[in-house]
């Protein structure tokens, strides 16, 4: 089971920030907050991974709260193409063996014109 | 160049049949994972594996087999084909297990 919570969907104005949380209040010392979307009929896309520092790359910003209980995806412009299903994701960065995702249900983003 | 590519991208079938997806990166990863999106798109992990492991979700029934030639393949076999079965396959691949993974574009299969 997913160890995460999401709002089922979420709007967000072109060109504005989108900002996605996301709760996981039993997170472990060793688990990071991944972020992954998933545009309609297409794979699953890696977006940001972080640990307790806010990460920032091409696609995103990602803040995690201090105690680590919540994360935001931040989307800064926000354009129709960033319309997605979006997951927040816990667990071990790796360390051997060979352990897939645990998807939930995700946050429905729609970007509205 | 595509990173993880799929084929077929759809495959219709009959009930009993036998069928299998092919999946290939050319990323240099070392490990490689089938998913399972169902009708309500609920995405689940069905085979991790690397060059030490498979790791099988105990739910995924043993019809199903992966089979690696190489480590940059990964193929699911699936024998007896029910029309549960239908929904789309994902494949992907990661360095070492990291959660940082890349996926194919998937597989739609459906079973009449």
């Known amino acids: 089971d997913a160890k995460t919570t999401q709002p089922t969907s979420m709007d967000c104005a072109e060109g504005r920030a989108a900002n996605l949380p996301c709760n996981h209040s039993t997170i472990s010392g060793n688990e990071y907050v991944y972020w992954y979307r998933q545009i309609h009929s297409q794979g699953p896309q890696y977006i940001i991974h972080g640990l307790k520092n806010n990460e920032t790359n091409e696609m995103a910003s990602l803040i995690i709260t201090e105690d680590r209980k919540s994360s935001t995806l931040i989307l800064p412009h926000a354009t129709l193409r960033d319309t997605a299903v979006y997951y927040c994701i816990v667990r071990p960065h790796g360390g051997g063996g060979a352990d897939g995702l645990t998807f939930g249900k995700g946050t429905h983003l729609i970007i509205q014109p | 160049d595509t990173a993880v590519s799929q084929t077929p991208k759809y495959l219709v079938t009959q009930m009993g049949n036998d069928k299998s997806i092919k999946c290939e990166q050319n990323?240099?990863?070392?490990?490689m994972y089938w998913y399972k999106q169902d009708s309500k798109k609920f995405l689940k992990i069905m085979f991790s594996y690397n060059n030490k492991e498979l790791i099988i979700n105990e739910t995924v029934p043993n019809r199903f087999s992966p089979k690696s030639p190489d480590k940059a393949h990964l193929n699911l076999h699936i024998n007896s084909l029910e029309l549960g079965d239908s929904a789309v396959y994902f494949c992907?691949?990661?360095?070492?297990?990291?959660?940082?993974?890349?996926f194919g574009p998937g597989t739609r299969l459906t079973v009449t």
């Open positions: 990323l240099g990863h070392d490990t």
């Open positions: 992907a691949s990661s360095q070492a297990s990291s959660g940082e993974q890349y």
